[in-house]
T-cell receptor, first 116, second 114 residues
Framework: DTGVSQDPRHKITKRGQNVTFRCDPI?????LYWYRQTLGQGPEFLTY????????KSRLLSDRFSAERPKGSFSTLEIQRTEQGDSAMYLC??????????????FGPGTRLTVL | AQSVAQPEDQVNVAEGNPLTVKCTYS??????LFWYVQYPNRGLQFLLK??????LVKGSYGFEAEFNKSQTSFHLKKPSALVSDSALYFC????????????FGAGTRLTVKP
């Protein structure tokens, strides 16, 4: 299967701990996106990379959140000093095309974070 | 900023009947519109998109959607529903050229009963 993969699929942590999630996009996709989805809601945009450059960040992305895509391939999303409100599904998507606005994004299965 | 509304939390249809899942949007530029489906324990799967051109867009699994600019709507339709179509459906919009963020609706749960 050559779709978007995310690791881990589930993460349970205690409040105040740091967590890191990994996303491997579809091979050769130049754009990578992170979203957060809470129960009963649609995904909310967090941030977006074109190759290794982080081009957009949502106001939802507080200072405790940081994302990287060091070689323009996989990406990591780190949450420092987790809070119970961070509990959500974190989704990664990737796309390939000439314009981000028209690209189709392909989503991974998500990482479900539970903060106790 | 762009927004999208899915006015129905839940849609129930009988197998073999036509289905419609509603979506309306608000943008200040040009709308680029998308439909995704989410099955339990799986990621969102792309169904179809409208960027420009023909207002009727055909997508995966027999789904189609009609872009209606005057009503700012992009309803998802299928002529004959299958039990396997039961899932959570999300409409999303981008506001071109103002930003590349994709704004999702809250989702509509479709249940197709045999």
């Amino acid at each position: 299967d050559t779709g978007v993969s995310q690791d881990p699929r589930h993460k349970i942590t205690k409040r105040g701990q740091n967590v890191t999630f990994r996303c491997d996009p579809i091979s050769e996709h130049n754009r990578l996106y992170w979203y957060r989805q809470t129960l009963g809601q649609g995904p909310e945009f967090l941030t977006y990379f074109q190759n290794e450059a982080q081009l957009e960040k949502s106001r939802l992305l507080s200072d405790r959140f940081s994302a990287e895509r060091p070689k323009g391939s996989f990406s990591t999303l780190e949450i420092q000093r987790t809070e119970q409100g961070d509990s959500a599904m974190y989704l990664c998507a990737s796309s390939l095309g000439s314009a981000a606005s028209t690209d189709t994004q392909y989503f991974g299965p998500g990482t479900r974070l539970t903060v106790l | 900023a762009q927004s999208v509304a899915q006015p129905e939390d839940q849609v129930n249809v009988a197998e073999g009947n036509p289905l419609t899942v509603k979506c309306t949007y608000s943008v200040s530029g040009n709308p680029y519109l998308f439909w995704y489906v989410q099955y339990p324990n799986r990621g969102l799967q792309f169904l179809l998109k409208y960027i420009t051109g023909d207002n009727l867009v055909k997508g995966s699994y027999g789904f189609e959607a009609e872009f209606n600019k005057s009503q700012t709507s992009f309803h998802l339709k299928k002529p004959s529903a299958l039990v396997s179509d039961s899932a959570l459906y999300f409409c999303a919009v981008r506001d071109f050229p103002n930003n590349n963020d994709m704004r999702f609706g809250a989702g509509t749960r479709l249940t197709v009963k045999p």
